[in-house]
């Protein structure tokens, strides 16, 4: 506890108080005094070993002594409010849940470059201009035009 | 819903015109009911109103108005029927609904003008469609 | 299996009657030992064969019966004339033999082997395409011999091509694909590594993909044979054999697209249509082209409504199976730059769409407020003769007589057809013996005509003399003067090819349709009808006066009678009605003049139009045309119109029962038949109804020759109308080929 009690003078000592209070509030500190779960993965990531940072900020930890196999390993989300399992790119995905033992920075070397899409998160239940519609759905922003001619356009002037 | 639709029967036969009516009443308010539901899953809201959904509607009902016989009354109204519970259940999609009760069915062609009374066949049929 | 089955079935018309008579091959022991079953073979009874009918119509004509020879094919008997070659006589009993080299329209190259034959008490196997058929010949094409000799011939073909057939534009309506199926072997024993090729540049429009290739040099024959230039060849010997462009350059003829035909294999394909569809998705229709005044016969491939390709159809008499890279790939200025909705220019100068109904009020009420003389109607040069026979009913109806068809200048005289037409017909052009061509190049004009010209001149050694202005020829000619001086001179004999011209046995003078512009062309052509008096070119056997039309709707305008001069009716016209006509001069329009525009482009009349009204294209439409010789063929429809257009006659008649005076038909059937009272000939469809020739009809000409040089008619052969002006793939052309 006095070590907590002293880390957290000395940053705040380095940083200014005022950084100090956003960072905590960045980090998830303030936040997890609500979220349990949160507050759980904190205390879990103590003394764990940061084994990479993947390109949304989510944070992978792996524990390997002191911890019950097939749970040591886990992530903390960048977003500290609305997090789901989503979030995880694939890259990370496999090392996550113990399908490989390379990290998602060594497998980023495997995605294609020509046709890789970003990762995009599941967006369900935030809202339609969110959601993913398929390529002849209504709403799709991207809907083809189905017509095989192109008009004349009147132009501007004369 | 739909299964609620599907559990409303229509009885065999009207015993008089005025059961008959009632029943059509009664069909044009339970459409009118599902109008919302039909609307958000077809997403129909910035190209179409409840109002103007339900006018279509009662237009639709209208154009029946001059029957007198219930049997047929009976029969139009399960065809009406089905069409609703075919609606509801999302058998159709966005365009049906568009095409057939938005823009309606003559809709899609040129507004017919009173002066084309006199015109001939060929010009009626020409404002229409160039394959004739 | 089946797919091939219907690939085979689908049978485009170069392989046409070729697949009927296929026979399934299979490796079965005897083909393993062919000495041995061919010496079993006698022993067995002779199976009594049919007769077949003759494959792809091939026909024999005796010029002369003590020529006639006769030949045994799998036993039946054929008489043929001599000179024919085995492979000839088996298509004449019947009998498809599969070849890649051979061409019946090229010359014998007979380096594929594909056609091997037997041909009893020969050593060896014979190439049927290269080896005459002498008499009592017997030829055995189905025997073991010949199947293994096919076999192998196949197996060394595949050897270094490619297996790309899935990825391949050729697939589906492949020769290579079609004959491995039929003849070649079920397994293949080469395992090395396959050669690679490097892809040529040939320009925008053929795409080539040379490791393909199956070295049967039809395409190289093709350019110096038929399009006469010298661009492809033969480089390197054995494995590092391949067809190329000696230095790195483009094909540069107006022919090229023939090349993408002709190819047995996918080496050469078309480069606009690479990967757009699949050749057994598209339906055929077969139709006439109207970029130019041939009239070449095509097939408008299309998939649902949107026309995928453009083929050539045979037609001895106008194309022969070839076409013009114009006519071919103009199709994607099908799709582009459309008229899809009326409108009408608001106050403030902008189009904006109206209804058909608005439309046709808004032209009906402008019509009734000017004076009938100021009336004008100018029929565009893609418009059919229906449409035109309405625009003038219609414009004559309204009270005015000024109805005229673009280029066809000032006074056009259509008093006799013969004055406008090719009398000698294209195909006829093969008979003479001196070409005289004044004011008019074939080769952009009119590239069909031009390769006829051509053929004739490389077949009969027949002498051109050309005058006009400096331009590239395909062939060897005298460029004998570049104006009307030279007529002066060879009217009074004065010039040394007088001589040439009155010595010809059957001369052919061809005069362009450039020379309609000018103010002096009646002196023009009263100076050329003299020079063929007096060289004897017009005779009762044979007519060689000939004018060559620039437009597809000029012929039938001139038969139908829009004759009216645009030098007096556009300066007085109060209200014009534009059918699809975008290249006449608008400069003298007074600016008050309302502009109705009826078409199927935004082009270049579109900016001066009040009214707009979109109209269906060639390919859209059922339609007459009038060819340059005089023959009528019909469009087809093969795609419906795009948004809200209409067909030109209909738009025609709907506008004059709004505006009061309602022509009495109402459908394609009536309007012929109102053609029929005004020029008959227009509904001989696929004839050609001969002009009768007089000079003495002709009213004398007092006009004076100009010293001005002859213009060329033509500036851009790729964008010479509203479709081809929208296509990029002809824009791309004109700036690659015509760079200088």
């Known amino acids: 506890m006095a070590s907590v009690v002293r880390g957290v003078v000395k940053a705040i000592k380095e940083k200014g108080f005022g950084n100090f209070i956003r960072e905590l509030r960045e980090e998830g500190y303030i936040r997890c005094l609500a979220d349990g779960n949160l507050l759980k993965t904190k205390i879990h990531s103590i003394g764990a070993t940061l084994v990479g940072v993947d390109k949304f900020g989510n944070k992978y930890y792996e524990k390997l002594e002191g911890i019950q196999f097939g749970r040591h390993r886990w992530v903390e989300y960048a977003q500290k409010g609305r997090y789901n399992a989503s979030q995880v790119p694939p890259e990370w995905h496999g090392w996550l849940h113990y399908i490989t033992d390379h990290t998602g920075d060594e497998l980023l070397m495997l995605k294609p470059k020509r046709y890789g899409v970003e990762h995009k998160e599941n967006f369900s239940g935030e809202g339609e201009e969110f959601i993913y519609h398929s390529k002849g759905h209504t709403l799709n922003p991207g809907q083809r035009d189905w017509t095989r001619y192109q008009s004349w356009q009147p132009a501007k002037k004369e | 819903m739909a299964f609620t639709m599907r559990s409303v029967k229509v009885p065999p036969n009207s015993a008089s015109l005025a059961e008959a009516r009632s029943r059509v009443i009664d069909f044009f308010k339970k459409s009118c009911r599902s109008i919302p539901a039909i609307m958000e899953i077809y997403n129909l809201h910035d190209v179409v109103t409840v109002s103007q959904l339900r006018s279509t509607i009662s237009s639709e009902i209208r154009k029946n108005a001059h029957l007198s016989n219930p049997k047929v009354i009976d029969m139009l109204l399960f065809k009406g029927m089905e069409e609703l519970g075919n609606i509801v259940e999302h058998a159709k999609q966005r365009h049906h609904i568009i095409g057939q009760y938005v823009v309606g069915r003559e809709g899609l062609m040129q507004d017919a003008s009173p002066k084309d009374q006199e015109a001939s066949e060929f010009l009626k049929q020409f404002y229409t469609s160039n394959y004739f | ?740």
């Open chain 3, 1 to 740: 299996m089946g797919f091939v089955l219907r690939a085979l079935q689908r049978a485009r018309p170069a392989i046409g009657g070729r697949v009927s008579t296929f026979r399934w091959i299979t490796s079965t022991p005897d083909l393993h030992k062919p000495e041995g079953a061919a010496a079993a073979e006698p022993a067995a009874p002779e199976p009594e064969i049919p007769p077949r009918t003759p494959v792809g119509g091939a026909r024999v004509q005796f010029s002369n019966p003590d020529d006639a020879i006769e030949v045994f094919v799998d036993g039946y008997p054929v008489k043929i004339p001599k000179g024919m070659t085995v492979l000839q006589a088996c298509e004449v009993a019947g009998v498809d033999i599969p070849r890649f080299c051979y061409h019946s329209r090229l010359s014998i190259a007979g380096n594929c082997r594909m056609c091997l034959v037997e041909v009893e008490k020969s050593p060896k196997p014979v190439a049927s395409c290269a080896m005459p058929a002498l008499p009592g010949m017997k030829i055995k094409t189905n025997t073991p011999v010949a199947k293994k000799a096919r076999e192998g011939v196949m197996e060394f073909l595949l050897m270094n091509h490619p297996l790309d057939c899935p990825i391949c534009d050729q697939g589906g309506e492949c020769d290579l694909q079609d004959q491995s199926m039929a003849f070649g072997s079920d397994r293949g024993r080469f395992t090395e590594m396959k050669r690679s090729v490097v892809d040529k540049n040939l320009g925008p429009l053929v795409k080539t993909v040379m490791t393909r290739c199956i070295q049967c040099t039809r395409c190289v024959r093709f350019a110096s044979e038929i399009a006469g230039v010298q661009d492809l060849g033969m480089l390197g010997r054995g494995s590092g054999e391949e067809i190329g462009t000696y230095v790195e350059k483009l094909m540069t003829s107006e022919l090229s697209g023939n090349v993408i035909d002709i190819c047995p294999v996918g080496a050469l394909t078309s480069k606009p249509f690479a990967f757009k569809a699949r050749n057994w998705e598209l339906k055929g229709t077969e139709s006439i082209d109207v970029t130019d005044a041939v009239g070449s016969n095509i097939r408008i491939d299309s998939r649902g409504p949107e026309v995928m390709r453009i083929l050539p159809r045979l037609n001895e008499d106008i194309n022969e199976e070839w076409i013009s890279d114009k006519t071919r790939f103009c199709y994607d200025g099908l799709k582009r730059q459309r008229l899809n909705d009326p409108m009408i220019r608001g106050p403030d100068g902008r189009f904006k769409s109206v209804s058909w109904r608005d439309a046709l009020a808004v032209v009906a009420e402008v019509i009734h407020q000017v004076k009938p003389d100021e009336i004008v109607g100018v029929a565009g040069k893609l418009s059919d003769a229906e449409s035109m026979m309405a625009l003038k009913d219609f414009v004559n109806r309204m009270g005015s007589n000024s109805v005229l068809c673009e280029g066809n200048g000032p006074n056009p005289q259509a008093d006799l057809r013969s004055s406008y037409l090719m009398n000698t017909s294209i195909a006829g052009l093969e008979k003479a013996d001196v070409f005289l061509l004044v004011g008019t190049q074939p080769r952009v004009e009119a590239p069909m005509v031009n390769a006829r010209i051509r053929k004739t001149v490389k077949a009969n050694q027949a002498k051109v003399a050309y005058i006009g202005p400096p331009t590239d020829i395909n062939y060897d000619h005298q460029h004998i003067g570049t104006g009307a001086e030279t007529l002066v001179e060879l009217v009074e004999g004065r010039h040394p090819f007088s001589s040439t011209l009155h010595s010809a046995k059957n001369p052919v003078i061809i005069v362009g349709a450039g020379i309609f512009e000018r103010d002096d062309k009646d002196a023009v052509f009263s100076a050329v009808e003299t020079i063929a008096k007096n060289a004897k070119v017009v005779r009762p056997d044979w007519n060689g006066l000939n004018v060559l039309l620039l437009n597809a709707a000029q012929a039938a305008a001139l038969d139908l009678g829009l004759v009216s001069s645009p030098n007096d009716t556009i300066p007085s016209a109060k209200f014009l009605y534009l059918m699809g006509a975008d290249d006449i001069s608008l400069e003298k329009l007074p600016d008050d003049a309302f502009v109705v525009y009826q078409g199927h482009h935004g082009d270049k009349s579109v900016y001066r139009a009040n009214v707009i009204l979109p109209a269906s294209a060639f390919s859209e439409k059922e339609g007459t045309y009038e060819n340059t010789e005089g023959c009528t063929q019909w469009t087809v429809p093969a795609v419906p119109t795009v948004g809200d257009a209409r067909d030109d006659w209909k738009i025609v008649r709907a506008l004059s029962e709004v505006a009061g005076v309602r022509l009495p038909y109402d459908s394609l059937t009536a309007i012929r038949a109102r053609i029929k009272t005004v020029a008959p000939n227009l509904l001989q469809v696929d004839e050609r109804e001969l002009a009768t020739m007089s000079f003495e009809l002709k009213p004398p000409v007092s006009q004076k020759i100009s010293s001005d040089p002859f213009k060329p008619a033509i500036e851009n052969f790729y964008m010479t109308d509203s479709i081809t002006r929208a296509s990029k793939i002809m824009a791309q052309c004109s700036a690659s080929l015509l760079k200088k």
